[in-house]
Nanobody, 123 residues
């Protein structure tokens, strides 16, 4: 069964850090482009970061550049999102998603989605 499971969310003060994990089962992550999306209350879901299956290139939305870092551990079949210098506007449910075809991108469609993990940043 194909599954993505996020973990690592929580409550943190502004300026703090969290590391989100996206663990895959039923398929091998390194054959897929993996992206992190987030959805805040009352807002549309937006792409945050992506790591390419081809060469490991990484991409970020402008608002998180220099603060977030995406990486993958193929041995653990897991992708991470290290989030530093968190701001209240980073508060959202964060989802990881996988797509086999095409290029790494910060918008859909994606083949597989996780259930999400809540990140709350207090001011």
């Amino acid at each position: 069964q194909v599954q993505l499971v996020e973990s690592g969310g929580g409550l943190v003060q502004a300026g703090g850090s969290l590391r989100l994990s996206c663990a895959a089962s039923g398929f091998t992550l390194d054959y897929y482009n993996i992206a992190w999306f987030r959805e805040a209350p009352g807002k549309e879901r937006e792409g945050v970061s992506c790591i390419s299956r081809r060469d490991g290139s990484t991409y970020y939305r402008d608002s998180v550049k220099g603060r977030f870092s995406i990486s993958r551990d193929n041995a653990k079949n897991t992708v991470y999102l290290q989030m530093n210098s968190l701001k209240p506007e980073d508060t959202a449910v964060y989802y990881c998603a996988a797509v086999a075809l095409g290029s790494c991108r910060l918008e859909g469609p994606y083949d597989y989605w996780g259930q999400g993990t809540q990140v709350t940043v207090s001011s």
